[in-house]
């Protein structure tokens, strides 16, 4: 335990010092002098105070980061019998022409497609029938929303489990109740994937909610004074005014929810073990299973590098697309 926080402390000292020698030497080439500018003097203090925040990154996401990009370049495994060795850009050869490897992206893919856009809408939906109660109720149902995303996911897997048993769970209940027959919910090729999906429908719009609530909740009511004199439809009010100007926050939900749905590992894991015949197989579950597994290292980092260039290229095609100057 020594060692880490020794590691942090340095960190934290090269955080806080480093960034102002960098601007000090760029003032007195720049300014022929000594002392800091008064912009850099801000910069400098608040380097200072982020220092223990980047030096926390540096030592748990960025090395750790930087150790997953150069082993993927590496045969390393803790069950091989030779050293590690170089391979070069092999592993991403043999990934990239894997035809089980594209088969996971395009599972994850269609989770993607199919939550994300439901999510947005359903979130924005709830967002203005929030908006429309008394501020108490307000706060209560933000905050019963919001919940299901502070539940731990061991916790919620069980839920959905027990609700989606094949059996006696209260799905196949309610089913039965109305005359129809119970159904596999989870052992079914052709229900796995749409359960996982409509369990991210009820369950994963919080921070939607709340991020919407509070864009729609800042839009100046006089918008809404003047749609009504002009006589505009509640559909073409939205379309006209709550739609544009919350663009930027659906920016927001739209790539992090493209983070988050890239990302998706649990139901796998806790819930469908990637089955049936491998419909809810995600990348991220294919990384995980490759590394501790097959303990083959330098495959699944190389993976796993591949996931996250991916992530980025879709969200900076997102973000450029959806991207507005507009404020209010």
């Known amino acids: 335990m020594v060692y880490p926080l020794w590691y942090l402390v340095g960190l934290v000292a090269f955080w806080g010092v480093v960034p102002f020698a960098v601007l000090a030497a760029f003032d007195r080439k720049r300014r022929g002098k000594r002392g800091l500018s008064t912009r850099h003097q801000q910069w400098f203090w608040a380097y200072v105070f982020l220092a223990a925040a980047l030096a926390w990154s540096t030592l748990f996401l960025f090395w750790p980061m930087a150790k997953a990009v150069h082993q993927s370049f590496s045969d390393f495994s803790l069950t091989s019998a030779t050293a590690t060795h170089w391979v070069g850009a092999a592993n991403y050869a043999r990934i990239l022409s894997d035809p089980f490897w594209w088969r996971t992206v395009l599972v994850t893919a269609v989770y993607v497609a199919f939550t994300l856009p439901a999510s947005i809408l359903i979130s924005m939906f709830l967002a203005i029938q929030i908006l429309k109660q008394p501020q108490p109720l307000q706060t209560f149902f933000k905050a019963a929303l919001y919940l299901p995303g502070v539940i731990s996911p061991v916790v919620a897997a069980a839920v959905m489990k027990g609700i989606f048993h094949s059996g006696d769970g209260f799905a196949n209940a309610l089913l039965q109740g109305v005359g129809l027959s119970a159904q596999n919910w989870f052992g079914d090729p052709a229900l796995a994937m749409p359960v996982l999906i409509f369990m991210t429908w009820i ?83 294919h990384v995980y299973r490759t590394f501790y597994y097959q303990n083959d290292f330098g495959t699944a980092s190389a993976m796993a590098v591949l996931l996250m260039l991916l992530i980025v290229a879709i969200s900076i095609v997102n973000y450029r697309w959806l991207a507005t100057d507009v404020e209010y």
């Not at 919080?206 to 100046?220: E, F, H, K, L, T």
């Open 203 to 285: 369950s994963a719009n919080g921070v939607g909610v709340i991020v919407y609530a509070a864009a729609i909740g800042n839009i100046p009511s006089t918008y809404y004074e003047v749609a009504t004199i002009d006589g505009a439809s509640a559909f073409r009010t939205f379309t006209s005014v709550t739609w544009p100007l919350v663009k930027p926050t659906t920016v927001f939900v739209t790539v992090t929810g493209l983070i988050a749905g890239f990302q998706v590992f649990a139901p796998a894991l806790l819930i469908t073990g990637g089955g049936p015949l491998q419909t809810t197989y995600f990348v991220n579950y």
